[in-house]
């Protein structure tokens, strides 16, 4: 039997959780907005068993995106699940009426959500839950330790294997983690906005997973002359340079582009071959 290819090889989060380090987001998989169920539901199953078949062992996703209905269709695609596929859910906000994203972060709210992400995803116990705290595009200040106590309480029962952060700062990490081990911080990221430069290098040294969210740009794609320019000369798509881009900047870094196409999506892992020099490094890194 041929052995599946790692893409972007792979990274032992928390020293035990070996995932590929080009993971799959699940967030395009529900509708429009990521509310309400998606046009194809049938392509939708298809794009994750693609992912799995070409290697993929991470898959990110929440219970409120749809809400419910993601996880509904993972759990359709993918279940049972392979032995060395990993889901990464979080929780922390829900869904309103008009498709807005409030928080939901009281200690009864956050084991709502884990219930729900158990029962959607057909799980006993989650990999990895990742506590939202700021808003989508940004951090917001104050302490998380109320909501994050009660995700600890939560492992602790053995509802949850490990537990992160999504939307931080550097100040409220170390907050976490004086009350439990953070295993990966998930950020708005990528080639154009680096404001958690420091931040990547201070968690690669703890051996703490650093998870970009939006690393093309979300839903403002990434529009840089120079990124243009140099995939260009590399014959290759500025999507697929600036996934490159983020694997060559720190080994701890793993990734998440989300899609709802199958070509798109073995576009993503193949820019994982793609390797820049040191030059073209330089050149990508003057864009922020």
Not at 4 to 19: F, H, N, Q, R, T
Not at 36 to 51: F, H
Not at 165 to 189: F, G
Not at 219 to 234: C, E, H, K
Request: net charge negative; proline share 6%.
């Amino acid at each position: 039997m041929q052995q599946k290819s790692i893409p972007g090889g792979s990274y032992a989060m928390a020293g035990e959780l070996v995932v590929s380090r080009v993971g799959y987001g699940a967030m395009q998989l529900a509708g429009p907005h990521v509310f309400g169920p998606p046009a194809d539901r049938d392509a939708a199953i298809a794009v994750l068993r693609e992912a799995v078949a070409l290697g993929i062992t991470h898959i990110d996703t929440s219970d409120f995106y749809g809400p419910h209905i993601t996880n509904q269709i993972i759990r359709e695609a993918l279940h049972p699940y392979p032995s060395d596929l990993h889901i990464v859910t979080k929780v922390g906000a829900r869904r309103d009426e008009q498709g807005g994203w409030p928080h939901a972060r009281t200690p009864a709210e956050l084991r709502s959500a884990v219930h729900d992400n158990l029962r959607n995803l057909g799980l006993e116990v989650l990999d990895v839950v990742n506590f939202r705290v700021g808003a989508v595009d940004r951090p917001e200040p104050g302490s998380i330790a109320e909501g994050f106590a009660a995700l600890a309480a939560m492992q602790r029962e053995g509802l949850i294997r490990h537990l992160g952060v999504s939307t931080v700062t550097a100040e409220q990490i170390a907050e976490a983690q004086a009350i439990a081990p953070v295993v990966c911080v998930q950020n708005l990221y990528n080639v154009a906005n680096r404001e958690d430069d420091a931040l990547i290098d201070s968690l690669n040294a703890q051996g703490i997973a650093y998870v970009p969210y939006f690393p093309l740009g979300g839903f403002r794609p990434l529009q840089s002359q120079i990124l243009d320019a140099l995939a260009a000369r590399r014959g290759a798509s500025s999507q697929a340079v600036a996934i490159a881009w983020l694997l060559q900047r720190s080994p701890n870094v793993l990734l998440i582009p989300g899609t709802s196409s199958i070509a798109h999506l073995r576009e993503n892992v193949a820019a994982a071959g793609l390797t820049l020099s040191g030059d073209e490094l330089d050149e990508l890194n003057a864009i922020a």
